[in-house]
């Protein structure tokens, strides 16, 4: 079987089919690429968790005081990987459990509340630090209405 070609195309019929072959390999290997590069930028978001030092994670227990009510007693707290943490303070004199939860940012600030039984829920804001001796110290005020009151947690870890 024999092509006949028309005269005109025949000098650089073979380099214009192989030129357009070699153009479309090209345009395809850039759309992949293209395409590659558009997926990476729409991944979907890292997780941005604060993750809290690993000087403050972790389980504790000691004691709690409101230094303006003379009012101390037990307390026993976690502070997760990720910055939850939650906890009781019991009252010694009252016998009365208090819950905190909340969750702390990798700097130490805590925001979380508090609930006494029987009654609502009191917002709870404060900053959390470690000791020299490897506690931790935290200074809380708590908000119940309009009134507030200060919390002082000295711990040590579990």
């Not at 153009?23 to 590659?36: A, H, K, P």
């Not at 504790?60 to 939850?84: K, N, V, W």
């Amino acid at each position: 079987m024999s092509y006949h070609l028309h005269p005109k195309l025949k000098p650089f019929h073979y380099a214009q089919r192989r030129a357009s072959k070699m153009v479309f390999s090209i345009m395809r290997f850039s759309t992949v690429i293209g395409l590659v590069i558009v997926l990476v930028g729409c991944q979907a978001p890292v997780n941005r968790t604060a993750y809290v030092s690993k000087a403050l994670a972790g389980s504790y227990s000691g004691t709690f005081e409101l230094p303006h009510a003379a009012i101390q007693g037990m307390a026993t707290l976690t502070i997760f990987d990720q910055g939850q943490t939650s906890g009781v303070l019991t009252d010694s004199s009252a016998n009365v459990n208090e819950t905190i939860s909340g969750s702390m940012s990798g700097t130490g600030q805590f925001v979380g509340s508090s609930k006494y039984p029987g009654e609502g829920t009191n917002q709870l804001k404060g900053t959390f630090r470690v000791t020299d001796s490897g506690g931790v110290e935290a200074h809380l005020v708590e908000r119940r209405g309009k009134s507030s009151t200060s919390i002082v947690l000295k711990l040590h870890r579990d």
